[in-house]
């Protein structure tokens, strides 16, 4: 592929190599990129030459910042419904077959990662992350879920860390991410360039040598799991501001400052994904997708953080207390 394509991908050696390139837009994601690398997965997997597959991004900011959301919620705006089937349908179907992926499939992840970013990564069986790797999920923030199979991995986490993390959409450093089991390996920075050459010519085995263990993990994982294990957001809302901590007042100033309703739906969503399989959650997640962009907070969550960027969405409603559970009941219907 030329140079200048979003993605690029060669043979390099033992190993079949992905380089998301989009540096300007942090890597997102659009469904020319999906394509592209759902083409090269096919044409390695039986290819006796490619031992395995690395995907890394362009640029020292993002691995990848996640999908396009900006052209999907302008396509929601003109009700144009086909081209969002078609993004959700092929980025889950991506999604399915990297976990299936019958060859080592590593992700080298530094800078931001999210969203969709999470997805081309998080389903392998290997997951490189250094100190300037930042993982999050922050849909809710606009009006959204956490999707790309987060459903099924989220609640897979230790604790209640999959609720905590897909609720406030809290971001997670390298080394956090190992911990969390969001990434399986630490490497630094200045390290990765070697690693990628190492793999291309020695094969998965080389990736061991080059690993460090993480520094310690910052995440009161007692308070998350005391607070995120609540079986509704008014039960969780209660625990946070009966905790009288710093830790919990500045956790529920930012679940105030989502969506109310992506708040209740993503609850919803990630109880009910602890008891699917990934594909399962994928189909679920797909079915949502078609009732939560049609809710006024996508369209304007989107605006106020992605599109004007004024950081001032007006939710509908406005605060936790006046969601309806009837209203969310209908989204998954």
């Not at 990848?64 to 889950?92: K, M």
């Not at 849909?139 to 199979?149: L, N, R, V």
């Amino acid at each position: 592929m030329p140079d200048e394509t979003s993605v690029i991908a060669r043979r390099d050696r033992r190993a079949g190599r992905i380089l998301l390139n989009r540096p300007a837009a942090l890597n997102a994601l659009d469904l020319p990129m999906i394509r592209a690398i759902a083409a090269a997965l096919a044409e390695w997997r039986d290819d006796p030459t490619v031992h395995l597959v690395i995907i890394e991004g362009a640029g020292p900011r993002a691995f990848c910042a996640g999908g396009d959301i900006r052209a999907l919620r302008q396509h929601q705006v003109d009700g144009q419904r086909a081209p969002i089937d078609a993004f959700f349908t092929e980025e889950y179907a991506l999604n399915a077959v990297i976990a299936a992926f019958p060859k080592p499939y590593v992700a080298l992840i530094d800078g931001i990662c999210m969203g969709g970013g999470i997805g081309v990564s998080v389903h392998a069986p290997y997951r490189v992350a250094t100190e300037h790797a930042r993982f999050a999920m922050p849909e809710t923030a606009i009006g959204f879920f956490p999707d790309i199979g987060a459903s099924y991995f989220l609640p897979r986490l230790p604790g209640a860390l999959g609720m905590y993390l897909g609720l406030t959409g809290a971001n997670v450093t390298g080394a956090e991410a190992v911990h969390c089991g969001l990434a399986t390996h630490f490497v630094p920075r200045t390290d990765l360039p070697a690693l990628a050459e190492a793999l291309a010519a020695d094969g998965i085995g080389a990736l061991g040598p080059a690993s460090v263990t993480p520094p310690p993990s910052a995440l009161p994982r007692a308070a998350i799991d005391q607070s995120f294990s609540a079986g509704s957001i008014p039960a969780v809302i209660e625990r946070l501001g009966a905790a009288g901590t710093g830790w919990a007042a500045e956790t529920l100033s930012s679940l105030r400052r989502v969506s109310p309703s992506a708040l209740f739906w993503t609850h919803r969503l990630l109880a009910e994904g602890a008891g699917r399989g990934l594909r399962a959650g994928l189909d679920a997640e797909f079915a949502l997708t078609r009732t939560v962009m049609a809710h006024p907070d996508f369209v304007e969550g989107v605006r106020a953080m992605v599109v004007d960027k004024d950081r001032a969405p007006r939710w509908s409603p406005e605060r936790i207390e006046a969601v309806q559970p009837e209203t969310i009941d209908a989204l998954f219907r």
